[in-house]
């Protein structure tokens, strides 16, 4: 389906956000009652686990998914969100339709129910989820490796880093040291994927930005 803009306004926080992905995946039929397990926001994306019970306690057959031991099914959903013009809206997909967002938590997907299938959209968007989240999160003084060089606007590449941080106020945010170039770049968690660790230092301290800073002409 396409976007779904609320016009009156009324979801304009996190916490509404929240309660209207709950109102959304809590719903009941002749037969059947839909019931949110979890949800996480990740981005501007909402990840969903949504519980689906026969009301007359049998057990649900389902081409998709296998059927817990209670009777009932798990399944994920993935709602991208914006804002436009102060309005909220959404688009919604089941994780069987081939989403292509797929930050998942990993805890939201032990909610969900095994698959039937081992090659179904959902089976791949959930290894999806799974590799990003595997990708590493490395520490301050880690010297890494990329598995391609980044490419800067002036044409020169780099592929050896080693983590440190810089202050945008009260934030401390991320960045790498470049070691082939010199100068500090900010990766997205995309560009860490299938890197390696060259060597761990582990320090309270940024040793790389404090050279870096050293050399900075004072204002």
Not at 55 to 70: H, N, P, V
Not at 71 to 95: H, N, P, Q
Not at 112 to 120: H, T
Not at 129 to 139: E, F, L
């Amino acid at each position: 389906m396409g976007w779904l803009f609320y016009t009156d306004r009324r979801v304009k926080s996190h916490a509404d956000e929240k309660a209207e992905i709950t109102r959304l995946c809590t719903f009941e039929s002749d037969t059947h009652r839909t019931v949110l397990v979890r949800a996480s926001k990740v981005g501007s994306t909402w990840y969903a686990a949504a519980r689906v019970t026969r009301l007359d306690g049998a057990a649900i057959e389902d081409a998709t998914y296998l059927t817990d031991a209670d009777g009932s099914i798990t399944f994920g959903a993935v709602f991208l969100t914006r804002y436009d013009d102060g309005c909220w809206g959404y688009k919604d997909m089941e994780e069987s339709a081939g989403p292509v967002e797929s930050r998942a938590p990993v805890s939201l997907l032990a909610q969900l129910s095994e698959l039937k299938d081992p090659d179904s959209y959902a089976h791949a968007w959930r290894q999806r989820c799974r590799d990003w989240a595997a990708i590493s999160d490395y520490a301050e003084g880690d010297r890494i490796k990329l598995a391609a060089p980044v490419t800067l606007t002036d044409g020169s590449t780099c592929q050896i880093m080693t983590a440190t941080h810089y202050w945008h106020g009260r934030q401390k945010r991320r960045c790498y040291r470049m070691e082939e170039i010199g100068g500090l770049v900010r990766l997205s968690k995309d560009a860490l994927a299938g890197s390696e660790l060259l060597d761990s230092a582990k320090a309270d301290a940024s040793p790389v930005l404090a050279e870096f800073f050293s050399r900075q002409q004072p204002l």
